[in-house]
């Protein structure tokens, strides 16, 4: 069977989806996206010349049939990816992620479509019993969000089993880069200091800022997700894709005020619980099978970023109107504090 001819991106118009259509288009690839815009219209800009637009829902199976007709590769990127905020919105993670995810592999299967490639992430593993975590590291996810993650990793696998689907799982770290939300107050500590400096307000550090992550440059994640379709050694194998240089929340904050000019210091406030204190992973594997290098360092991938910030100006943070579990939700976000 054909792959790569015709391709699916769902979440199209979102920060990670809407990078893969460009890179696909330029290499010659039909493009089709399923979006909801639940993230909104703000790079729809980017993608309009490169692809065919279809709004709709992946939870919908008349939306994914629609999106699925003739096509014979599909990237599931469409996620609402926010580990802090689905700790008090589960059942909406989980219609989202699991709900919606199973929904399009159902029809992706009965359109006969083989190639599926899911971006999963890093959350899968929860908190590290050592570092870095390669990719037999025990799966113990700390939030609903690596929980929808995880489960979905299953399905793939239980399909790839019955011989229906060949998936290839990606699991990134901690993205950042241009036409990441610059107004979600739940995710994407990058863009959320950017956007608050930009209207002279300190970042706000949950903890006390030593948290560890490995920032990763959207660009050093694009190609291996096109790379990886065909791999045979890769079907149903995960794989870690991402940066090896870490950096602590505090060190990020410090920088990005340093960067922007601003005479600002970060402000404090009590750790979100379920926050996994230090990750980082190993892309051995990823260096073997799909000779994968980062190649943008964290300080080059700032200065993009808030390049392009500036561009777009601050924005006003949009919160959701409701909590399931309102207990559970941090104060900074129930004060609307950001
Ligand atoms: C991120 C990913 C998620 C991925 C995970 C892997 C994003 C948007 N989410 O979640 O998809 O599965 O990494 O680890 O990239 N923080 C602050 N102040 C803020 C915002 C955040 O101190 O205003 C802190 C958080 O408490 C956290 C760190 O910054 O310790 C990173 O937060 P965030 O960007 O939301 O990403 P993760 O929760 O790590």
Known sequence: MKFLDKVLVTGGCGFIGSHLVNYLANKGKKVVVLDNFAGGKANLKYIEKDAKIIRGSIESRNACRKA???????????A????????????????????????????????????????????VYGRPKKLPVNEEHPLQPEDPYGITKKAFEDYLRVYYELGRIKPYIVRFFNVFGPRQRLDDPYRGVVPIFINRIMQNKPPIIFGDGLQKRAFTYITDIIEPLYKIVGKKKLINNPINIGNTEVWSVKRLAETIIKKMGANLKP????RRKSDVKVIYADITKAKKLLNYKPRVTINEGLDYTIEWALREGPKKFKYMDYFEIEKLAHSAYKKKQL
Do not use: C, M, W, Y
């Open 80 to 123: 609402h990816a926010a580990e802090g905020q689905s700790v008090f919105v589960p059942i909406f993670n989980a219609k989202t992620n699991l709900i919606g995810s199973i929904t399009l592999l159902t029809e992706a299967i009965n359109s006969r479509i083989e190639d599926f490639v899911f971006t999963s992430t890093i959350a």
């Open 68 to 78: 699925l007709k003739g096509v014979d590769t599909v990237f599931h990127i469409a």
């Open 267 to 270: 402000e404090f406030v009590p």
